[in-house]
């Protein structure tokens, strides 16, 4: 079998590999260095390169927007702390340093008025808004001070009522003492058709025990209501 001697060698590299070889830009450095040393923002990732350009084509601002690039990276590997997490590699940068401009002008201040004059001027302090929720520490719940389930009707949802001292021999809780002394003031006030006969009369033993009556369904018209919120409410 014959050979070609014009044909080229097989053990060096081949057209296509040369060709891609000859395209292949070369690696530019890492280190970059300029007479004048670069001045670096970077918690506004700013690097500011105080060296003329001596060139204004577009390779040579290429090559100076590269030569920053490369010299902010550089700082920032060196001087910032690196994380590992889940989601990547983190840089931690630190405060900036320049001062950007606000988008808007600063806000004129606002004038006083006629009342925030006078106040300022006699030394009167605005009194504080008191908010119209209590936190209530046995249920670990904010409740309205009046009103539906309000704190001022705490002491009816109680199903334990303390026993006054006055009411203990006769049997009767401190609210029903009180009850009953408002009942007896009523009848007193009424005077029994106004003959000033007192509590002790026969008009006003009625009128008494009438009061009393009333004052006794009140009384358990509330506890009923009571009950039935504490039954709504489990």
């Avoid at 100076?64 to 690039?69: H, I, L, Q, V, Y």
């Avoid at 700082?75 to 320049?98: D, F, H, K, N």
């Avoid at 009180?178 to 007193?188: E, I, L, P, Q, Y």
Wanted: glycine letters at 10%.
């Amino acid at each position: 079998m014959s050979t070609d001697a014009g044909a080229p060698a097989l053990d060096g590299p081949s057209l296509s590999e040369s060709l891609i070889a000859a395209t292949k830009p070369a690696r530019l450095p890492i280190a970059v260095t300029k007479p004048i040393p670069y001045t670096f923002d970077l918690g506004h990732l700013l690097a500011t390169d105080a060296n003329p350009l001596t060139h204004t084509t577009e390779d040579a601002l290429q090559a100076t927007s590269r030569d920053g690039a490369q010299a902010l990276i550089n700082q920032l590997l060196s001087t910032c702390a690196i994380a590992s997490t889940p989601a990547g590699v983190l840089l931690t940068l630190p405060a900036g340093e320049t001062a950007l401009p606000r988008e808007k002008a600063v806000p004129a201040a606002k004038e006083l008025t006629r009342w925030q004059r006078f106040a300022a001027k006699k030394g009167i302090v605005p009194k504080r808004k008191e908010g119209k929720l209590v936190y209530d520490e046995q249920t670990a719940d904010w409740r309205p001070k009046w009103g539906f389930q309000g704190m001022n009707r705490k002491k009816e949802e109680d199903w334990l009522v303390e026993v006054d001292e006055e009411g203990k021999a006769k049997g009767k809780s401190k609210g029903e003492v009180k009850g009953r002394a408002g009942v007896a003031k009523k009848a007193r006030k009424n005077g029994g058709g106004g003959g000033g006969a007192g509590v002790e009369g026969e008009g006003d033993a009625r009128a008494l025990s009438r009061l009393e009556r009333k004052e006794r369904v009140r009384r358990n018209e509330r506890r009923m209501r009571a009950n039935d919120r504490r039954q709504k409410t489990r």
